[in-house]
């Protein structure tokens, strides 16, 4: 079993170990030797958590610190405790190095007024410590855990708000919230941590007063030494192991309070880049500044000596600011200028950008925009990409917004990349109404039609909405028709969105699951093939979102063929289930029509290759004659209150689909194949063309 441990990068059984052993230090007696090495690690420990702490640009960018705290805390005090130890044992004949070498370091070489000053010394950093800077940083990691909790539910409603306004994507809104999450853990932990260290503190006091009143007591009774003998030794060591134990203590501190001070941080930068950054915002603070000093020095009684030097080296330092400004301010013109040149000769750029998606408004319908005055627009639009995205399997790039002044004041117009794709009138405050044909009164308003899906309707004001809704009548508000009749033109339009970088997004994606199938399809077929089989699918509302499904059936007639009409006949019947239960009922149950087998030949036989795929070129007569039996029928199964949908052989599907595209675009076509096995089929009758 040890043989399988790591001890190298095993970072967690180190760190354990080191638990462990801090522990019994606690316990167990150390030889002066070994106290030495870990007083010296406990310093450089500590002073690499500062360096640690100034070069981390964000708080959480060092999550453990509050567990780093807590464990040199317990370090730090484990090796007070068995320096106490050694002190009170051995007295003058303790042989510790780094407490000698700090003892001598602090009160010089010996004498009454050495041991006098150290002690002063040591006490005033031990109130610097306690006072200012363990107090102020337990103060500010309270206020910061505080605000941070309080300001949460609006840094997340702001990151929805983001995601639905597409301006993120929802991996960045994952990794967005997770880091909110961390922060407001991080700062809920440095709450709790900086009592670590203000405890730590009052410990420290509390073994310093110990080592020098029972040492002195210890050396006069156990060790036979006189009042003035006990007094130096013990107040030197005290001195040397309260400052190895307090300067550490006093490093971690200071890092504690540097740590809690980063919220104003931009996240990006160190505590050094951002001092250098605000300290050179202006030149002539320091040309003030240095002629301040100067003049100051000039004053009879002054240390002139001191003065003028630091005035002038700070006047200089304010002239060469001064002329980094002027030289970015000229840098910053000939960008500018730049920037205005034209592109090329002829003052156009060779590539002109356009939106994927944009929804260009009248200036009337910017308020359903304007959140400051309850617009909730881009919040449904950002529903819309979820849901289309869950629907039909395609990730929609960001919907941008515009005004554009050319359009009617209450219009708006949605384009595909640029092309306009649909347009309609709403008016703000008024409801839409439609007659669904449970309406008990008909009420007079401002006829107009549904742009989603071309019902009659009427416009009526606030005051009539509560007649409406009791008369029957279904009633809309502006932004409800305007996210609907966006929705429908996504739905129809989804094959012009998916393009080729966007195919490729999703091949890429699913490689790092599905590696075999993605490298299988990209060996027998091309991103371009690929795109064209799941704008098939996109054409007829057919989710997309089954990738793995469409590409191995792909894979399996790749050596048959790599027409695309076949392909996308294929992919439907391996998704078969899938179309079906978009249809079916509670029982699933598909009410169909069929068509008579006679005119089922006639369309076999009309059948024409072209380079976009199988149409059926009928004679005029006999498409005149197909397209009013299917009208009739519809209308028949529409009054029964069912969905129309034709269930037709496999080979002829396209040729239906092809033939009644442009009068019946959404008319849903099935094949024989297609259907699953438990799917139950009730035909509504059987469509006669020319009887």
């Known amino acids: ?29 150390l030889p002066t030797v070994l106290l030495d090495v870990l007083m010296a690690a406990n310093l450089t420990l500590s002073l690499l958590i500062v360096l640690i702490v100034i070069y981390t640009p964000r708080a959480i960018d060092f999550s453990s610190f509050p567990s780093v705290l807590l464990i040199s805390t317990i370090f730090g005090l484990g090796i007070n405790v068995s320096s106490t130890r050694l002190i009170l044992a051995k007295g003058a004949n303790f042989d510790g190095k780094m407490v000698r070498a700090f003892a001598t370091f602090v009160t010089g070489a010996g004498g009454t007024e050495g041991v006098a000053i150290g002690f002063v010394i040591f006490i005033i950093l031990i109130a610097v410590q306690t006072f200012v800077i363990t107090k102020g940083a337990t103060r500010v990691a309270e206020v910061a855990a505080r605000f941070t909790l309080d300001g949460m539910p609006i840094k997340q409603a702001s990151i929805e708000q983001e995601y639905n306004s597409g301006l993120i994507t929802e991996e960045e809104q994952r990794k967005k919230k997770l880091e909110l999450q961390q922060e ?126 630091m005035g002038a080296l700070i006047f200089y330092l304010g002239f060469r600011l001064l002329q980094i400004e002027k030289k970015k301010e000229k840098t910053a013109e000939e960008e500018t200028e730049k920037k205005k040149a034209p592109a090329g000769p002829s003052g156009i750029s060779p590539v002109v950008p356009l939106d994927a998606l944009s929804l260009e408004l009248g200036y009337a319908l910017i308020p ?54 649909g347009r309609a009138t709403v008016r703000m405050n008024w409801y839409m109404c439609m007659n669904t044909g449970s309406v008990t009164e008909e009420i007079e308003g401002e006829k107009t039609t549904d742009p989603a899906f071309g019902l009659p309707a009427i416009w009526l004001t606030e005051d009539q909405r509560d007649r409406a809704q009791r008369a029957g009548y279904a009633v809309v508000d502006s932004p409800t028709i305007l996210v ?93 289930r899938q179309i079906c239960l ?20 006639k369309l076999d036989a009309s059948r024409v290759e072209t380079i976009n795929g199988p149409i059926a070129a009928l004679e005029p007569s006999d498409q005149r004659n197909w397209i009013s039996a299917l009208s009739a029928s519809i209308v028949a199964v529409q009054e029964k209150g069912y969905l129309p949908i034709i269930l037709a052989p496999e080979a002829v599907r396209v040729l239906i689909k092809s033939s009644t595209e442009r009068e019946m675009p959404n008319l849903v076509v099935l094949s024989v194949p297609e259907i699953d096995k438990e799917i139950r089929i009730e035909s509504l009758g059987e469509i006669k063309v020319g009887s």
């Open 582 to 601: 978009q249809y079916a009922d509670e029982k699933k149950t598909i009410h169909v029509l069929t068509i008579e087998p006679y005119f089922v030949e």
């Open 184 to 309: 407001s853990d991080f700062y809920g932990s440095m709450d709790g941590s900086t009592k670590f260290v203000s405890g730590n503190v009052k410990v420290g006091i509390f073994i310093t007063v110990i080592n020098l009143i029972v040492g002195m007591i210890f050396g006069m009774v156990l060790h036979k030494e006189s009042f003035d003998v006990a007094l130096a030794t013990y107040t030197s060591l005290t001195i040397g192991d309260g400052l190895l134990s307090q300067l550490p203590s006093l490093l971690v501190s200071f890092a504690t309070g540097l740590i809690v001070t980063r919220s104003a941080s931009d996240g990006r930068t160190t505590i050094g880049s951002n001092v250098k950054k605000e300290f050179t915002q202006s030149a002539w603070i320091y040309i003030i500044a240095g002629g301040a000093l100067a003049a100051l020095g000039i004053i009879p009684g002054f240390p002139w000596y001191v003065l003028i030097p």
């Open 368 to 421: 359903l925009v304007d959140e400051e005055k309850g617009g909730d627009l881009r919040e449904r639009v950002g529903r819309i990409r979820r849901e289309l995205g869950l629907d039909l399997g395609l990730v929609l790039p960001p919907i941008k917004m515009i005004d554009n002044s050319i359009l009617e004041p209450n219009e708006y117009c949605f384009k595909i990349r640029g092309v306009e794709v």
């Open 1 to 29: 079993m040890l043989k399988n441990l790591d001890f190298k990068n095993n970072a967690d059984f180190v760190i354990a170990i080191a638990v462990i052993i801090v522990v019994l230090m606690l316990i167990i007696p």
């Open 484 to 576: 609907t009749h966006l929705t429908e033109m996504i739905k129809s339009r989804a094959q012009e969105i998916l393009g080729r970088q966007e195919v490729q997004s999703i091949l890429d994606t699913l490689k790092k699951d599905f590696s075999a199938v993605v490298e299988e399809a990209n060996k027998h077929f091309t991103v371009g093939e690929i795109q064209k089989v799941m704008q098939g699918l996109l054409r007829e509302q057919v989710s997309i979102r089954n990738t793995v499904s469409i590409l191995e059936t792909m894979c399996d007639y790749a050596a048959i063929t790599k027409k695309t009409d076949v392909l996308v006949e294929k992919v439907r019947q391996r998704l078969g």
